[in-house]
């Protein structure tokens, strides 16, 4: 099994930024795509971000492309986020979720493992 902890949000202004780290531990030796996914109240979660497990490839959703950043460390068995000029419609729960084969990277039911999330609120 693996499991998935998320760090790194807060509460910041309109414009600012934050830089979210999911730190993966268990048995992470078959783990080859890792995503990030968010979830506003009242809301559906929804695709954020993906990363395959070479880094020769990453996804972003339309709305975050050109102010969000995915990359990983391998090593360390950790995936970040990097979140810039963030706006008040980013406020959400960010979920860490991982595959065990490469599947596609929008698809929720294709991840195996997932996060307990991390707050980012943006105020305006």
């Known amino acids: 099994q693996v499991q998935l902890v998320e760090s790194g949000g807060g509460l910041v202004q309109a414009g600012g930024s934050l830089r979210l780290s999911c730190a993966a531990s268990?048995?992470?030796?078959?783990?080859?795509?890792m995503g990030w996914f968010r979830q506003a109240p009242g809301k559906e979660r929804e695709f954020v971000a993906s990363?395959?497990?070479?880094?020769?490839?990453?996804y972003y959703a339309p709305s975050v492309k050109g102010r969000f950043t995915i990359s990983r460390d391998n090593a360390k068995n950790t995936v970040y986020l990097q979140v810039n000029s963030l706006k008040p419609e980013d406020t959400a729960v960010y979920y860490c979720?991982?595959?065990?084969?490469?599947?596609?990277?929008?698809?929720?039911?294709?991840?195996?493992?997932w996060g307990q999330g991390t707050q980012v609120t943006v105020s305006s």
């Open positions: 979720a991982a595959q065990t084969r490469s599947g596609t990277y929008s698809s929720r039911g294709n991840y195996d493992y």
């Open positions: 268990g048995r992470t030796r078959n783990i080859y795509p």
């Open positions: 990363i395959s497990y070479s880094e020769s490839t990453t």
